[in-house]
């Protein structure tokens, strides 16, 4: 039977045969010329057969491969040994495809020697091959960790680790392989993060975690971990890939950017963001406890002078030091706030009693008790503190601070270092204080502020010399209100700076308007507040309304009061030097109503002196009367500066101030406060 089958077998004829052959094949002559192939070598060259009788085949190879094919060809008839060699082999489309030749000799009767051969297309091998060291080249550049382990069971051995790995972990491709997966845990560390990926590991899922591991070196490093099972064909895994990627820098900077979120720069401190949470945090647990909680406010009484005399830089230590005392008298569980400025918030959480409370706000007076050393000074910093108590004097967190910021309030006009607790008849001078400031910041967008203007003139000629801008606030309730009824507020709640660049915007829109009437030496002073010439773009923003609206910097005065000026000397010589490089003129208001620093006033660029209505007011006809006045007015001519005489209301105080030499003078002896346009008829008139 078998015998018959291979009798069978030789009767087919060749042709049929090799067409049946995977691979391209060949039998060559002596002389390099094909003899007999196959229908596939046919395909691979794109030729007929008419053309692979008469080609040589080398002429089927590209140049640079011939020279190979060609030895190739002389070594199977020189060694009678098998030869295999790769070589690109020119196609019908103009291309080449890359080739697997293999050949022998055999003799054939009567015809000598030929080279009977395969070829085998390499293309789809290349492709694999390229694609494998593509693989290879990714994962060695990947500036991830790249870690396959083995599934055996319990334990993972590591059988690849890529460069990214050996760089984060420290360990070399040596150290790791064959170990298990969790050689760098830290113990003690992330517990439920790594039972999450055991658990994942052991259900055979993808995972990703985030936990702290331990590098060669013992560093600990955040390791922000992803986990893919591999599987084989038959759908069983094989094998794990993780993916680790160090991402210790960006906890680093995301734990950097929450502290500067939550905490104020300077200090350290909590900010408001954090003392809102804190102190929400404070109330829930005291209320499932069945505690207290205390919000303590405090202002510092002296620091606005530390500001001023000493500068910004020793305004800062002095907050440094309150912040690191606060923090040393209170408890971990208690919080330390820094609303801004001068301003701190103490959350006293879990009070058992009222008594409790009393003895640490104790303990915080003694904290802040000793003098603080700043710039070689030692310096007195006392604070007034308004307490407020959860559940008594609010339900929640924004009701016990303003709670305890009416309280403070109140304890600043107790004296130094005062302590008052919240109580609820508190409330209504907390809400007028507030009724003041939303009405102010209504009248700013509305006309509501307007100026009147009040002329001084020389005593001896009655030229005039200037006129002095008055604010007014026409009340919708109370009628007309003087500045006195309402700077103090504005001072205190911040609106003096807005309101201080509305009246500049006033008087250069008047000057502006007297200007082209023919007034143009008419100067008009503007009285100014210390709040508004600390801001640091004070003058540069005098400049720029100044010159928006077209006027002579010199027809604009800026009225100071004596006590703010000297209270920072070194400030007065910066703003008194600045305003006299932009032109403007510098006055000092309220002149004799305390203690003069003479050598002060005689560095500073002063253009007059306005003295306070209170030493006019001492004239009184009465020989004696009016000594300080004649003082001052000989203070002045010593420094050589013009006096101007405000609150002059009569006939005597005029006559006197001539007598003594008093340069000029305002009040309602020359003159009423007047609106513009009678501003504008009066000096006509005159």
Known sequence: MVNSAAALV?????????????????????????????????????????????????????????????????????????????????????????????????????????????????????RQRDKLELFGRALTAASNGIVITRHEGHDNPIEYVNPAFERISGYTAEEALNR????????????????????????????????????????????????????????????????????????????????????????????????????EHAVQAAQRAGEKVAVVLMDLNKFKEINDTMGHSAGDQVLKQVAQRLQSALRESDTVARLGGDEFVLVLAAQPNLRYTLRMIERIRRAMAP?????????????????AV?????????????????????????????????SSDMADTSAARQLMEQSLREAL?????????????????????????????????????????????????????????????????????????????ISISVNTSSREFSQRDYLPYIARRVAHHGVNPASLTLEMREEQLMNNPEQATRLANGMQELGIRLSVDEFGAGMNNLTCLRQLAVSQLKMTRQRVQEITGIPGSGALTKTMLDIGHNLNIRVVATGVET???????????????????????MTQPALEQWLAAH
């Open 10 to 126: 030789g009767e087919l004829p060749l042709r049929e045969v090799i067409d049946l052959l995977a691979g391209a094949f060949y039998v060559l002559d002596e002389s390099g010329y094909f003899v007999l192939w196959n229908r596939q070598l046919e395909q691979a060259t794109g030729l007929s057969p008419e053309r692979l009788r008469t080609v040589h085949m080398l002429e089927l190879f590209e140049p640079e491969d011939r020279k190979a094919v060609m030895q190739g060809f002389c070594n199977v008839f020189e060694t009678d040994e098998r030869i295999q060699l790769e070589a690109r082999l020119r196609n019908g489309n103009g291309g080449t495809t890359p080739f697997l030749f293999a050949g022998s000799q055999m003799a054939i009767a009567g015809n000598g020697r030929c080279v009977f051969g395969m070829g085998i297309d390499l293309t789809l091998h290349y």
């Open 180 to 279: 298990d997966s969790r050689f760098m845990a830290s113990n003690g560390m992330d517990s439920e993060q790594r039972a999450h990926l055991a658990s994942a590991i052991a259900s055979q899922r993808a995972v990703t975690v985030v936990f702290r591991n331990q590098r060669k070196n013992g560093e600990l490093f955040w390791n922000h971990l992803t986990v893919t099972p591999v599987r084989d064909h038959a759908g069983h895994v094989t094998h794990f890939i993780g993916i680790i990627e160090d991402i210790t820098a960006l906890k680093q900077r995301t734990a950097q950017l929450e502290h500067l979120v939550t905490h104020d720069p300077l200090t350290g401190l909590a900010n408001r963001l954090l003392l809102r949470d804190r102190l």
């Open 371 to 387: 003098e603080m050393e700043v710039d070689g000074r030692l310096l007195s910093v006392g604070a007034s503190m308004g307490v």
């Open 390 to 422: 959860w559940p008594d004097d609010g339900g929640t967190a924004g009701d016990l601070l303003h709670a305890a910021d009416t309280a403070m309030y109140q304890g600043k006009h107790g004296g130094p270092d005062a302590v008052h607790f919240y």
């Open 445 to 521: 967008g509305r006309d509501d502020l307007y100026l009147l203007f009040q002329p001084h003139v020389a005593v001896d000629t009655g030229k005039i010399l200037g006129v002095e801008a008055l604010l007014r606030w026409r009340h919708p309730e109370r009628g007309e209100l003087l500045p006195a009824d309402f700077l103090p507020d504005a001072e205190e709640n911040g609106l003096i700076v807005p309101l201080g660049r509305r009246v500049l915007e006033d008087v250069c829109a008047t000057l502006r308007r007297l200007a082209d009437l023919g007034f143009a030496d």
């Open 651 to 673: 006939r005597d105080q005029h006559d006197f101030l001539a007598a003594n030499g008093c340069d000029s003078v305002q009040g309602n002896y020359i003159s009423q406060p």
